[in-house]
């Protein structure tokens, strides 16, 4: 599929510049735009970048292009407050990413080697400490710059990763798995026990982290996996409430046999249809 921008980039760019100036305007700008400060804006930001996301999950070009505009528009937005308090403006901006990728793509724009996305990821982060040790920060561990800020999962499997660069690992896949029943027999024996609820929520804690570790072994994203999780819990129990609704019944009045049974048929019909829409292809 190819597309025809209805103006040349840096025009729409400049436009977008522009409006997100006039929003911010003090005189006769937008008073919500003018109340936010970079704290109030992140949660937005987060949000739309998750929004991107789920618009690639559903394959659904249409719906990428609005929330990539969507996304670009809260880069625009902290790079106009920048600019109010002096510190930088959009073009600061792009300037910073395109001497960032040059200098983390040698064997692109130089003459160093690299065969293969492994080393070129160990190498990207040789890089980063490079230009963290340049800006003088200290690092101490390998596990040094991992935003405190990221989602709980991103974060997890990054410290891993980090971890097992430096040899922190497992041999093999038997291992991961073995620590994972370790946790859970763990988290078992606390609650056997009836030990406080702040141990019985750490060994979960514990539980999760090596599920996270799991998912690395497997090559997976532990994000993405969840989220397909909670999206197929989503499905079934739509088709629960459906059934119930059907027999002009109440979940809350219902015994568990009855909500398991809803929920067999539930997974029953969704595999059904994919079956369906495999067959179909």
Request: glycine residues 4%.
């Amino acid at each position: 599929m190819s597309h025809k921008p209805s103006a040349p980039a840096g025009v729409a760019l400049a436009e977008l510049l522009q409006i997100m100036a006039r929003l911010r305007d003090p005189e006769g700008g937008c008073p919500w735009d003018l109340e936010q400060d970079f704290a109030s804006i992140a949660p937005y930001t987060l949000e739309e970048a998750y929004e991107v996301a789920e618009a690639i999950q559903r394959n659904d070009a249409d719906d990428l292009r609005d929330e990539l505009g969507d996304l670009l528009f809260q880069v625009v937005f902290h790079a106009q407050m920048a600019h109010e308090k002096g510190w930088f403006d959009f073009d600061d901006v792009v300037v910073a990413i395109n001497r960032k990728l040059v200098r983390r793509h040698p064997h692109v724009f130089a003459d160093e080697e690299i065969f293969d996305a492994r080393a070129q990821t160990e190498a990207w982060e040789q890089h980063k400490a490079s230009e963290r040790a340049a800006k003088g920060l200290v690092c101490d561990s390998a596990v040094d710059g991992v935003p405190l800020a990221m989602p709980a999962l991103v974060r997890a499997q990054k410290i891993q990763r980090r971890a097992a660069r430096v040899g922190f690992d497992w041999d093999d896949i038997q291992g991961v798995v073995d620590k994972l029943e370790e946790e859970l027999a763990e988290l078992k024996q606390a609650l056997d026990a009836r030990e406080p609820v702040e141990r019985v929520q750490e060994e979960l804690g514990d539980l999760l982290f090596s599920g996270v570790n799991l998912a690395r072994f497997l090559e997976a994203d532990a994000e993405s996996l969840l989220r397909h999780a909670s999206h197929k819990f989503e499905c079934r129990f739509r088709l629960v409430e459906r059934f119930a609704q059907r027999e002009q019944r109440k979940l809350q009045d219902c015994t568990l046999a009855e909500l398991e049974a809803y929920w067999q048929a539930a997974k029953q019909q969704l595999a059904g249809e994919a079956s369906s829409r495999t067959d179909g292809n």
